[in-house]
């Protein structure tokens, strides 16, 4: 089997020269099944990626994350192509009309070209099934009534807390009005509440996962990258934590950073402020770009530090 091929764009570190190159490690996914190729031209040596608090070459791309995470879980080997996003494209997408990323190319089925995050999720699932890692939306006929319903109300959670996500990313702003703040502490509160949810419907299912005991699935990879980096958004961008009543949502988040093909594949909390920074609307460019450089200049940081509960079972 030919490795699958996955255009991601490259960390906006590395555009400006930000972190130091020569201590950055080229980083693979589990299994070294995963090579880094860099279309700048770069000279990036193929080597295990061990340590995980290290500047990440991939920008904060959920989307990216999503997928990466997924071809890791299937355990399918695959290559990673980092683009310039500032820079033309590579001629094979170009020459498709292809003008975003990610994009994945499978060579074991004519060079198939997928660029939208539905169509390379459904693709990855039809074409390479895993049953011990399937997440079936149609749901089989072992599961009750109760569990379809309970089952939905996640997926319908998860995209609600996304959509308030993205509401309070557009909303921020780096001179507000009093009606603006005012604004943006009720779009903040909904986005508070939204987790909130998020917490009652994972009691429900009282699993170590979004759906299973046993392993991630699909809607882990979905969901593991967008809590992080709400979390990391929330803290660096309001000083707010998400509230410790949330208990299954920070056990959640436990087990999200023991995981170890998150932790390969997650940026740093620089990287993230700055790929959400850049979706901003940023009132003053001086103050924006005196931040943006702050964030490239600093040195990479990972929250993944989480509360102690009393009676919390730690894993052996």
């Given amino acids: 089997m030919k490795p699958l091929i996955i255009y991601v764009k490259q960390?906006?570190?590395?555009?400006?020269?930000?972190?130091?190159?020569?201590?950055?490690?080229?980083?693979?996914?589990?299994?070294?099944?995963?090579?880094?190729?860099?279309?700048?031209?770069?000279?990036?040596?193929?080597?295990?990626?061990?340590?995980?608090?290290?500047p990440s070459l991939l920008c904060a791309c959920p989307i990216s994350i999503e997928i990466l995470m997924l071809l890791s879980l299937k355990q399918l080997p695959f290559d990673v192509k980092l683009c310039n996003a500032n820079k033309m494209l590579p001629e094979e997408l170009c020459y498709r009309m292809i003008h975003q990323l990610p994009v994945l190319i499978d060579p074991n089925n004519g060079h198939q070209i997928l660029e939208y995050r539905m169509d390379i999720v459904d693709y990855i699932e039809r074409k390479y099934p895993t049953k011990t890692f399937e997440f079936n939306f149609s749901f089989d006929n072992h599961c009750n009534d109760n569990q379809h319903q309970l089952n939905w109300k996640l997926i319908t959670v998860i995209h609600m807390v996304n959509r308030r996500f993205y509401h309070y990313i557009q909303q921020q702003t780096r001179s507000p009005s009093r009606f603006m703040l005012n604004d943006l502490a009720a779009i903040r509160q909904q986005l508070i509440n939204g987790l909130g949810e998020l917490n009652r419907v994972l009691t429900l299912f009282g699993t170590r996962y979004a759906m299973t005991d046993e392993q991630p699935t699909m809607i882990d990879c979905h969901m593991m990258p967008r809590l992080h980096q709400i979390r990391v958004i929330l803290k660096q961008m309001d000083g707010i934590e998400i509230p410790n009543g949330l208990r299954c949502l920070w056990q959640y988040l436990n087990e999200t950073y023991e995981w170890n093909i998150f932790r390969r594949w997650c940026p740093s909390d620089q990287e993230i402020q700055i790929h959400w920074l850049l979706k901003m609307n940023n009132s003053s460019q001086r103050q924006f770009r005196m931040k943006l450089m702050q964030l490239i200049r600093s040195s990479p940081t990972y929250s993944f530090d989480c509360p102690v509960y009393e009676n919390q079972v730690t894993k052996l």
């Fill in 11 to 54: 960390s906006y570190s590395l555009l400006r020269g930000g972190f130091n190159l020569q201590q950055t490690t080229p980083f693979v996914s589990c299994e070294s099944l995963a090579t880094i190729i860099d279309l700048n031209n770069n000279e990036l040596q193929q080597q295990n990626y061990e340590q995980p608090l290290k």
